[in-house]
């Protein structure tokens, strides 16, 4: 079991900046990837940034630049941290952190965060 707890997000003008959080607690050795998703009203949810195990970040191509994904390991937690500059209006979506978690043979769990609302306002 992991459990991730989110925190920042808000609303901001265009042009602002947040600073997304995601604690990570229980078997974060298991860990494998993780990664910030966001979805906003009738689209998919998508990947926006992510961090695998070997250290390899991807972001959306619309995000590049701009957004900036990174991991700290601490006793017994790990922080993924997502700073969002030069905010647009497209980025208004719930955020979501997620951590990919490897099980039993070859079986791998998502888990997921409570979700938070980043609003960008023109």
């Known amino acids: 079991q992991v459990q991730l707890v989110e925190s920042g997000g808000g609303l901001v003008q265009v042009g602002g900046s947040l600073r997304l959080s995601c604690a990570a607690s229980?078997?974060?050795?298991?860990?494998?990837?993780m990664g910030w998703y966001r979805q906003s009203p009738g689209k998919q949810r998508e990947l926006v940034a992510g961090?695998?195990?070997?250290?390899?970040?991807?972001?959306l191509d619309s995000v590049k630049g701009r957004f900036t994904i990174s991991r700290d390991n601490a006793e017994n937690r790990v922080y993924l941290q997502m700073q969002m500059n030069s905010l647009k209006p497209e980025d208004t979506a719930v955020y979501y952190c997620?951590?990919?978690?490897?099980?039993?043979?070859?079986?791998?769990?998502?888990?997921w965060g409570q979700g938070t609302q980043v609003t960008v306002s023109s």
């Open positions: 997620n951590a990919e978690v490897a099980l039993a043979g070859a079986i791998a769990k998502d888990y």
């Open positions: 229980g078997s974060i050795f298991r860990i494998t990837s």
């Open positions: 961090i695998i195990s070997d250290g390899s970040i991807n972001y």
